[in-house]
């Protein structure tokens, strides 16, 4: 079973410039997730995707960052315009609940984002 | 609000002994999960615990869950080096909104 798959795997801009990450989860979860993971820190949630409908996106900051998951399967999340705040690690995240894994996630190996 | 506390933040520990990383959480929850994340590296699932007593173990690690006292361990027996990673716990709440945090991490050295 092929894993989530994340694009790009690093990317390095400069303040003010726009970026965008993409996400492909694994097949057949309904659920997907973006993170922001900041070093040394736990990974914080930006969005949630039930299908195409956004759960919780209480965390994104709006006036800069976007994201949709159009037809209910691979997602982009947009940084537009970026601030250095911003550089981290983005994950993307899928699960399927189920009885006996309850929402485990299964993670994508992420974009590691450098804002200069 | 939810919230999902680890302790210790940092632990650094010799090959061959025994520790316990604790996960605490503020709300009512019967659903916790232990991750791995190796340095630079994504975060890979090890444990769910679905259920008041459930314990789970693989290998040298056991993980359980007491949802009364809102307390999840990571039990580590007889560290090898192989166990230095980051460990997180998350635990999702249906409770109003539906939510899934992850604790604070616990970053793990084991010396050889």
């Known amino acids: 079973e092929a894993g989530v798959a994340q694009s790009p795997r690093y990317k390095i801009i400069e303040k003010r410039q726009s970026v965008a990450f993409w996400c492909n989860p694994i097949s057949g979860h309904a659920t997907l997730y973006w993170y922001q993971q900041i070093l040394g820190q736990g990974p914080k949630l930006l969005i949630q995707f039930q299908n195409n409908g956004v759960v919780d996106d209480s965390q994104l900051p709006k006036d800069r960052f976007s994201a949709e998951r159009l037809k209910g399967v691979d997602s982009t999340l947009k940084i537009q315009p970026a601030k250095l705040e911003d550089s981290a690690v983005y994950l993307c995240a899928s699960s399927s609940a189920t009885w006996t894994s309850g929402d485990t996630q299964y993670f994508g190996p992420g974009t590691r984002l450098t804002v200069l | 609000e939810l919230k999902v506390e680890q302790n210790p933040l940092f632990l650094s520990m010799q090959e061959g002994k025994n520790y316990t990383i604790y996960c605490n959480y503020s709300?009512?929850?019967?659903?916790l999960y232990w991750y791995r994340q190796d340095p630079g590296k994504s975060l890979e699932s090890l444990f769910v615990l679905l259920s008041n007593g459930a314990v789970k173990q693989e290998g040298r690690l056991m993980a359980s869950l007491d949802t009364k006292a809102r307390l999840s361990t990571l039990h580590i027996t007889a560290a090898v080096h192989d166990l230095s990673a980051t460990y997180f716990c998350?635990?999702?709440?249906?409770?109003?909104?539906?939510?899934?945090?992850f604790g604070t991490g616990t970053r793990l050295k084991v010396l050889a």
């Open positions: 998350a635990v999702d709440s249906t409770s109003g909104t539906y939510k899934y945090i």
């Open positions: 709300t009512t929850s019967d659903r």
